[in-house]
């Protein structure tokens, strides 16, 4: 039966199944079920048509497949979008509609969607996804586009059961054919690239099956429904899948099942061998304790509270082992994979395949459908991690982690789905088993500390799982799922599960250690510092800011406890296995303490969000010292990194250091480093953490009264910057208030400030730049409403601007005044700066604004800020401010900065002063008095009786002890001498002499803290201890100990500095001490701005306000110092301005005086080498006389410095830049400029440009005339014609070439091509390619000539004649070969190599001598009509235009003279005969065969002009320079007048015609109106207007000629020629161009110029366009002899004569194409556009913004002989010079010649920046200035003088 169905007509068959299948019987099943047995037979292929033709026939049950289609969707009741999209598809991301951080949507939504002034972007998916419209769980209804508003679902009937019965009963079959071909195909891969060849082809073969599937899932939600029972049906697939169904095939079945069975064995996590086997990591650490995968022991509560027992009876150094092994509370996780489903059998094999794109794509499409939703994640879930295992294993990770991601953001972003998983399937315990699981793999053993005793394990960061990210998905994922909150509070409620995550995270505490190298650098520098701060950043930071943002409230306080509880235990193991007892390792550091900035971070938000009390959270004092140590070392060891300690690591270790405090780090690095530290300052002994600082950073050894001692940790060289480095370190710690009490809005403007004072920044950079929180549910989101206020109120906008070097500004933002004179903050900026420079940039900003607003003009010091209060847990930080140890180290520095010991600095003077200051305004709350009363009883066996700062300022010490070394100069003082007071007094002085031991004191207090944690309260004597740790015994020279008699207080030290610092003695004097009153001036805060001077005065203010005594101390010393007169009123500062002024003035003058003596020299030199070059110049220069000093131009070679004029024999040349041009030719009639199309109805037709409009005269002129006559009637060059410009400089061709030569031999890579001739100016650096010789003149025929001479026109006319006869005797021929003519013929050929042969070649037998002829004249041509472009179209404003650029066309011209005076023109032809004489009329036509010669009326008058001016022999005299201009001026008259004509409608030609009335007018040859008349009358005889009646060109008559209108049109006709004349008469003269106010007066103003007017009408303001024609014979008679040219050719093309007879020399200034405002309207059409050649979607699309045309950027697929389509376009649209727009980039790239550069973008965001590469995806605005700058370097052509970034593009774009 089955086959007799199989042969029918597929539809039919399926119809009457249906039927059969509607019945009871049953019969129906078994029919379809026999029929698929066959259609599904595993022997035929899965990809073969039929069989997917009857499938779809079988479900449409006899319906076509299209209309059953149809038919399904009217059911479709979905309201979410769901398309799914793969790699690198655009898409969009609304912050203000989204819900969840991963929300996008596409496009379509989007646009349909109201997102007008959200913050939105545009990006491009990096793995994939999905678009969220419609879903209310990630996205706000409100953005939800129109399509998906939930409303839409209500209204849809529901399916009819007979519609999908076939279906659901073949679907089943079907998915089971894919099964069974899917484990048919699959094999181990065992890595060989077979195995693989062999996946792949098994998936090519079924992807027919499966697009059929996603056609299915595209119908909508009615048949999804039933796709997702059929796959979720755990019945149907315990039925089909095992192959227990089927009689017939069973043994195939069998054996596919088996397969399926081999494959499933190695699905678990851990495989059986495995199990057994203890892992290699136990043997390594010998049988040690290592954890290696911290599985929660037990299977519940209960258990862990017995392993905690039995760990306290392991003793100290032993760790909680736990193997990974059946006790994890759920086996499940480590089990093989058992299936239920055909659900989750695909997804099986969709790991096994590595998520093939299709597979993913299908199972996505169906996520729409909300039970298939829950299903699917739980199958996700459940092989989640097989997933990772195979991940580890791939070869291609980042794809697949590309795929993983693709799916698991759409599963994990749903809140309530997570929650599900979470608590039904157990998802957190999978995720931290297989993340510990993951890391195993690559444990080794931590070599930090103790070597032999370290049994702790750390990460390798070596190991492709860490260098390659691989990681990567799965804690995306495990971020993902902690920011929801149900999730993360389950995480923290689990007690075992915190357990395994801290083991987790030790692992990465103290990896990628660095060791110091000592001896020689490293030989290999490894990079995986990169790895390990990506591990910590994503692996421990971001989990840990996911958890912070649900610990913010009081009721979560128990959550915090606990975590800080587990982090205290986790550090506790840790100092055990690292063996750490108190000292850290020397020369080793570890940037990476994730335990410790757990611990910093809990703590900081629970005193800041959730009120704990700090010291119930705080371990003993003894856990804090060891605490301290390690962040500790990495302060010091920035410190040491930047001195150049550990150069001989390589720059790795810098690039270590830079990182740890980069923007995207620091929140989670340096600053919970800090912080730490902070804690334990306020918590630990101060003395004990002030000498800690000082021996960490190595710098105890300095700090000695002796002006010599001996280090031994540290070389001098590195000692000033290593104190600079502690006492700044201890400044940041006091001053940092980020975790101590500051509000998020004050930390953000901090950073900004910070940022914005080192330099000014763009919107992006500064967003990229301020730390933000890592998750990205903090609600700080970067850009959004809060940033913007914050930035408006410190910054202003500064608009991009233009340089004229061409580079780009961006729009900036600038600190505000305000900004610098409060809250400008050296601190901040110290702590956020990557790079030392920065700190100084930020200082001389606030240098300049200083200058600038007159409040400080020397150098100022950093200046000091008064801190924000501190949160009262952390008050006892402000202790260390006041301990002995500071002070004495205090002390101890200005004495050694009075004094000038070695290796101060003003930078340690500074930062001894912050901190003095800081003490001053943070006094401990006891009152100061009561110490002063009890100050004096106090015994004196220490250096200071108290600690607090402000008694002891004026604390006097006399006598210290102090250790130094024998050659110091302090030895050999002799004892005070014993006859002033006896020696007893000395030996007293010899008891209470302070002794200070910085090392001795730490261990002393160590001692004490020890002591008393362990109970037994041992007070140490106060012995004196040791000498110092770090001294080496057996140092040579020996050291010895002396006693120094010092006799100062901290506050006589100070004075001395004011002495010292302002230079003059006695400066200092308390203004109290001046006038009683004036303790109102007490107010220190004023003087904040200024240097040494101004902070010493300001401490001094504040001593003296603090306390009695001090101001008393201060009155004393200053009264010892000095005498007590007030000192005059000028002050120190006016005498410091003289100073300098002073200076200054002297070093001018000396300045002057080297100049003058430079110059002098220079000019002997010059002198001198002159002489040697021509002896008797100097002769010449004594006579001085005029006409001598006239005749010849003088050059300046720029290479050898000589001056001279050109000659035959050595020739000059100017620098010129040789480059074809293409920018005339795309000049369009329309003044309108064309737009850019958009849309598929827009279109730019090429026709009217003045290229296209030449071509096709040319080629009308050539069908019908005779060639040679052709080639002389027009220009070419408006498409590929050459440009010459010139820098200006001139130099000796034979310094040219020498110079060349050494730019061949230099092998540096230059930009510029030297094979092709290219070079840069020797004096400017301007590019250019070529010299063009400069022609010896003769200045004395360019004196100033009257134009109207006393000559006739008929004279002047016979003189040009006789000088074209004479053309073969002119002196500079060929013959004669000099020097000049070789390179004038040589400079001929680079202009000839710079354009394409195809345009130069316009005759009909290639290289013909015409041809040549009329390259060379066009090249004139078009050099001045690109300089009347330059000049802005017309010559209004003459000699003063825009561009008075240094022009070349002098010497340009000589040379196209000298090659086209080689011509000779047959004077049978020369036009100038039929321009002046009547001639005989029958000579047209000579010969039948032979085509006639071209009309004049047809030819173009500025060719004409050129042919005849460059063909006369030089010097031309203006006289006949005028007398050509005159005649043609008649020629170019009636050609208006005929193109006018034509241009009347058939009545007014009529009415024209009739001559009586205008026969009585005088003057008849000046009178256009008789003109007009006789033209009309002569053309109408060769029936020439017959065609214009029909055609288009009446259509441009105006609605009536008015006489005013006929004279407009011909001035507008004549004036392009009179422009191109008066330049071209400029040029050669050297007359000045006249300029006028109005347009209106051009003509007449050029008129007069070029000596067409007559004199007497030159004052008149109309001028009359007739008024200048004077005919050299009767104007009626030549004009007849002109028509009857053209009437006598007519008749043979009589289509073309009235476009040729039409000239219209009139054209639009060249401009780009018009641009949308919006770059999005441009990116949405063309980024998904096929090219219209390959007919692809481009990967690269670009637009060239001259013509509009859309070309693949580098497509192979466009390539024609190894050019790709761009440089072919930039060749034939722009002769070289191409401008693109890329699409995905919207930058502009420059094509020039076979270089290109990215020019920059014209589209900026509205904080006028730039957006390369569309990666912020914000909104883009056209800019039109930038444009406008685009369009006049393309216009002008000095792309290659302003971009200064070229690079060759080997025609590969």
């Known amino acids: ?234 019945q149907i697939y315990k039925d089909l899948s095992s192959g227990d169904h089927c009689t017939g095939e069973k043994t195939y079945a069998k054996k596919n099942y088996e397969k399926y069975l081999a494959a499933l064995k190695g699905s678990g996590l851990v495989s059986s061998e495995e199990r057994s086997v203890t892992s290699v990591l136990d043997q390594m650490a010998g049988a040690s304790n290592v954890t290696i995968l911290g599985a929660t022991a037990g299977t519940g509560q209960m258990d862990s509270s017995d392993e905690e027992e039995q760990d306290g009876s392991q003793g100290i150094g032993k760790r909680k082992r736990v193997k990974l092994s059946n006790s994890t509370k759920d086996s499940s996780i480590m089990d093989i994979l058992k299936h239920k489903c055909f659900l989750e059998e695909i997804l099986f094999w969709t790991v096994k395949y590595e998520f093939p794109q299709k597979m993913v794509t299908f199972l996505l499409n169906m996520l729409p459908d909300q039970n298939y939703k829950i299903a699917f994640t739980k199958t996700f879930v459940q092989h989640y991690a ?27 972003s749903n809140e309530e789905l997570a929650r599900q998983v979470t608590e039904e399937c157990q998802l957190l315990e999978i995720m931290v088993t297989v993340l510990l699981y993951m890391m195993e793999s690559c444990l080794i053993k931590s070599e930090l500390q103790d070597e032999e005793n370290n049994f702790h394990v750390v990460v390798n960061c070596g190991e492709p799982l860490l260098k390659n990210n691989t990681y990567w998905p799965l804690v995306s ?9 149900s999730v993360a509070k389950r995480f923290l409620e689990d007690q075992g599960l915190l357990q395994m995550w801290m083991n987790f995270v030790s692992f990465f505490q103290g990896m990628n250690l660095n060791k110091r190298e000592l001896n020689e650098h490293v030989e290999f520098e490894s990079q995986t510092y990169y790895a390990a701060f990506a591990a910590e950043l994503e692996a421990c930071a971001q989990p840990m800011w996911g958890l912070l943002t649900h610990c913010k409230i009081k009721e979560t306080q128990e959550y915090t406890r606990t975590v800080v509880r587990y982090c205290l235990d986790a550090l506790q193991d840790w100092f055990d296995a690292i063996n750490f007892v108190d000292e850290p390792a020397p020369n080793q550091v570890t940037f990476h303490l994730p335990l410790h900035r757990y611990y910093a971070m809990f703590l900081s938000k629970a005193i800041r969000c959730q009120q704990l009390d700090l010291d119930s959270l705080l371990p003993d004092q003894e856990m804090l010292m060891k605490m301290m140590v390690h962040p500790l070392q990495i302060q010091a060891s920035l410190s040491e990194i930047h001195s150049n300690m550990w150069v001989r690591n390589g720059l790795q270790i810098k690039g270590q250091a830079m990182t740890y405090v980069q923007s995207h780090f620091c929140n989670s690095m340096i600053d919970p480093d800090i912080f730490l530290l902070q804690i334990c300052a306020s918590r630990l002994d101060p003395d004990y953490f002030v000498s800690s600082v000082f021996e960490r950073f190595k710098v105890v050894d300095l700090l000695t009264m002796a002006s010599q001692h001996q280090n031994a940790a540290l070389d001098t060289e590195h000692e000033r910057s290593m104190l600079e480095g502690a006492l700044t370190f201890l400044v940041i710690l006091l001053s940092l208030r980020i975790h101590l009490g500051m509000t998020d809005d004050e930390i953000l403007r901090a950073e900004m400030v910070a940022q914005l004072c080192m330099s000014d920044r763009t919107h992006s950079t500064l967003l990229d730049l301020i730390p933000e929180n890592p998750n990205p549910k903090s609600g700080i989101i970067p850009g959004s409403y809060y940033f913007e206020t914050m930035l408006s109120a410190v910054a202003d906008f500064k608009a991009p601007v233009f340089e004229p070097g061409g580079s780009m500004q961006q729009g900036m933002y600038t600190p505000k005044a305000d900004i610098w004179n409060q809250e400008f903050d050296p601190i901040m900026v110290i702590l956020r700066t990557v790079y030392r420079r920065d700190v100084q940039s930020a200082m001389d900003r606030y240098m300049g604004f200083l200058k600038q607003t007159g409040k400080f003009c020397g150098n100022p010091w950093p200046p000091y800020r008064e801190r924000a209060p501190l949160n009262p847990s952390y008050k006892g930080l402000m202790r260390i401010l006041h301990c002995k140890t500071l002070h004495i180290v205090l002390f101890t520095l200005l004495y050694k900065i009075s004094m000038d010991h070695q290796n101060m600095s003003e930078h340690i003077l500074c930062m001894a002063l912050y901190l003095i200051e800081l003490g001053l305004d943070n006094l401990p709350e006891d009152t100061v008095e009561e110490e002063e009363m009890l100050g004096e009883e106090r015994c004196s066996d220490s250096w200071f009786h108290g600690t607090n700062i402000a008694t ?55 001692q004490e803290i020890i002591n008393r944690n362990s109970g037994n309260a041992i007070q140490t004597a106060a012995v004196r201890p040791k000498t110092s740790k770090w001294t080496a015994p057996n140092t040579t020279p020996q050291l010895t100990t002396t006693i120094l008699e010092v006799r100062e207080s901290m506050l006589s030290l100070l004075i001395k500095l004011h002495h010292k610092l302002s230079g003059k003695q006695n400066s200092y004097y308390p203004f109290w001490l001046e006038d009683s009153e004036s303790t109102s001036r007490l107010d220190p805060m004023q003087q904040i701005h200024g240097d040494g001077i101004t902070a010493v005065e300001r401490i001094l203010i504040k001593t003296a306000a603090r306390s009695r005594q001090n101001k008393c101390s201060i009155e004393e010393i200053c009264r010892k110092v000095a005498p007590p007169v007030p000192p005059k009123k000028s002050s120190s500062a006016d005498k410091k301005a003289l100073d300098k002024e002073e200076r200054r003035q002297k070093a001018r003058e000396r300045q002057q005086k080297l100049l003058a003596e430079f110059a002098s020299r220079q000019k002997s030199f010059m002198e001198t080498a002159m002489d040697l070059e021509s002896p008797d110049s100097d002769v010449a220069m004594d006579i001085g006389s005029s006409e001598q000093q006239d005749t010849e131009t003088v050059y300046d070679c720029v290479i050898c410095g000589q001056s001279g004029p050109s000659t035959e024999e050595r020739p000059t040349g100017l620098v010129v830049l040789l480059q074809a041009s293409s920018v005339l030719g795309h000049r369009r009639r329309s003044t309108e400029p064309k737009k850019l199309p958009t849309s598929d109805e827009e279109q730019i037709y090429p026709e009217d440009t003045c290229g296209t409009v030449h071509d096709v005269r040319i080629t009308d002129l050539q069908q019908n005339f005779k060639d040679s006559s052709c080639l002389q009637s027009v220009s070419i060059g408006w498409e590929g014609g050459v440009y010459v410009q010139t820098c200006g400089h001139t130099l000796h061709i034979d310094c040219h070439k020498s110079y060349m030569e050494s730019l061949r031999k230099d092998q540096v890579l230059q930009s510029f091509s030297v094979d092709k001739g290219e070079f840069t100016c020797p004096l400017c650096r301007q590019f250019a390619n070529s010299v063009l010789p400069c022609y010896p003149e003769k200045n004395e025929e360019k004196s100033i000539w009257s134009p109207y001479s006393n000559k006739n026109l008929m004279t002047l006319i016979k003189e040009v004649e006789e000088q074209q006869e004479q053309l073969g005797m002119f002196p500079v021929s060929i013959s004669s070969i000099t020097n000049l003519s070789k390179e004038m013929e040589s400079v001929m050929k680079d202009i000839r190599s710079t354009t394409q042969k195809k345009y130069i070649d316009y005759g009909k037998t290639p290289g013909s001598p015409d041809n040549d002829f009329l390259f060379m004249y066009s090249v004139a041509r078009l050099n001045l009509e690109l300089e009347l472009v330059h000049r802005g179209g017309n010559l209004c404003l003459g000699g003063a235009s825009a561009t008075t650029k240094r022009s070349c066309l002098n010497q340009l011209l000589h040379v196209l003279a000298m090659h086209m005076r080689l011509f000779r023109i047959d004077s049978a032809y020369n036009p100038w005969t039929r321009l002046t004489r009547l001639t005989q009329v029958i000579d047209l036509g000579i010969c039948d065969d032979e085509k006639p010669e071209v009309p004049l009326l047809y030819r173009d008058v500025s060719s004409l002009l050129l042919i005849l001016v460059l063909t006369m022999p030089q010097e031309l005299h203006k006289e006949h320079f005028t007398c050509i201009v005159k005649v043609l001026y008649n020629l170019l008259y009636t050609q208006a007048i005929a193109t006018l004509s034509v ?32 033209i009309i009358c002569e053309l109408s005889k060769g029936n020439l207007y017959r065609a214009s009646d029909t055609d288009q060109v009446s259509m441009l008559s105006t609605s009536a000629w008015s006489p005013q209108s006929i004279e407009y049109s011909i001035q507008q006709f004549c004036l392009p020629f009179l422009r191109t004349t008066s330049l071209l008469q400029h040029h050669l003269f050297g007359d000045d161009l006249p300029s006028c106010q109005r347009t209106e007066e051009e003509f007449g103003m050029l008129a007069s110029y070029l000596g067409l007017l007559p004199p007497s009408l030159q004052s008149s303001d109309e001028v009359n366009s007739s008024s200048c024609l004077e005919w050299p014979i009767a104007a009626l008679d030549i004009i007849s002899q002109w028509c009857l040219e053209v009437t006598t050719s007519a008749e043979s093309h009589s289509e073309q004569v009235m476009s040729l007879l039409v000239q219209d020399p009139q054209w639009s200034l060249p401009c780009l194409l018009q641009l949308p405002e919006n770059y999005n309207t441009i990116f949405q059409y063309y980024h998904r556009k096929a090219c219209v050649h390959c007919s692809k979607v481009p990967k690269d699309p670009a637009l060239c913004l001259v013509c509009g045309t859309f070309v693949c950027l580098k497509g192979q697929c466009c390539k024609q002989q190894s050019y790709c389509e761009c440089v072919l376009h930039s060749q034939n649209c722009g002769a070289g010079t191409g401008i693109f727009l890329l699409i995905n980039a919207s930058v502009i790239i420059v094509i020039r010649g076979h270089r290109f550069c990215l020019w920059g973008s014209v589209y900026l965001d509205t904080h006028g920046e730039e957006d390369k590469d569309l990666r912020r995806g914000k909104p883009l605005y056209l800019c039109n200035e930038r444009y406008k700058v685009l369009e006049h370097q393309w216009v002008t052509h000095t792309f290659d003088h302003i971009n200064k970034r070229w690079g060759p593009h080997y025609n590969g774009l």
């Not at 990772?388 to 759409?410: A, C, F, G, W």
């Not at 994922?477 to 920011?483: A, E, G, R, T, V």
């Not at 009335?1557 to 007009?1572: A, G, R």
């Open 1543 to 1574: 241009r009347f409608s058939k009545e007014e030609r009529t009415a024209w015609k009739n001559p009586r009335k205008l026969k009585t007018m005088c003057n008849s040859d000046k009178s256009w109106e008789v003109l007009l008349s006789h």
């Open 1 to 234: 039966m089955a086959a007799s169905l199989l042969r029918r007509d597929k539809r039919s068959a399926a119809a009457s199944l249906k039927a059969e299948c509607c019945g009871q019987d049953g019969r129906g099943a078994q029919l379809l079920g026999e029929l698929l047995d066959s259609v599904l037979s595993p022997e035929r292929a899965v990809a073969e048509a039929e069989v997917i033709e009857w499938c779809k026939c079988l479900m449409a049950g006899g319906e076509s497949f299209d209309d059953f289609c149809k038919m399904v969707r009217g059911y479709d009741n979905a309201t979410l979008c769901g398309l799914v999209w793969t790699a690198n598809f655009v898409a969009y991301r609304c912050r203000t509609c989204g819900i969840s951080p991963c929300m996008s949507l596409c496009a379509e939504c989007f646009n349909a969607g109201e997102h007008t002034g959200h913050d939105f972007n545009m990006f491009r998916s990096q793995a994939g996804g999905a678009c969220d419209c419609g879903d209310s769980s990630v996205m706000r209804d409100s953005g939800f586009c129109k399509r998906h508003r939930s409303a839409t679902s209500s209204n849809i009937p529901s399916v009819p059961n007979e519609l999908m019965m076939m279906s659901e009963r073949i679907l089943p079959r079907v998915i089971l054919r894919l099964i069974q071909h899917l484990r048919d195909g699959y094999s181990e891969p065992v890595s060989d690239p077979a195995t693989e060849r062999d996946l792949q082809k098994t998936l090519q073969q079924m992807e027919p099956l499966i697009s059929l599937l996603e056609d299915l899932t595209k119908m909508g939600g009615a048949m999804r429904s039933i796709l997702t029972r059929v796959l979720t049906n755990h």
């Open 386 to 412: 097989f997933i990772m295992k195979t991940l580890i294993k791939s070869h291609e990770s980042d794809t697949m982690s590309n795929r993983i991601v693709h799916i698991s953001v759409q599963l994990f």
């Open 477 to 485: 994922d495990f971020i993902n799922i902690l920011s929801h909150q």
């Open 952 to 1006: 002891n300022l004026h604390h006097i010490i006399n006598y210290v002890r102090v250790r130094l070394p024998e050659t110091a100069p302090e030895v050999t003082r002799e004892l005070p001498a014993s006859t002033s007071s006896d020696a007893s007094s000395f030996v007293q002085s010899s008891n209470t002499a302070q002794v200070f031991s910085l090392v001795a004191e730490r261990r002393r207090k160590f």
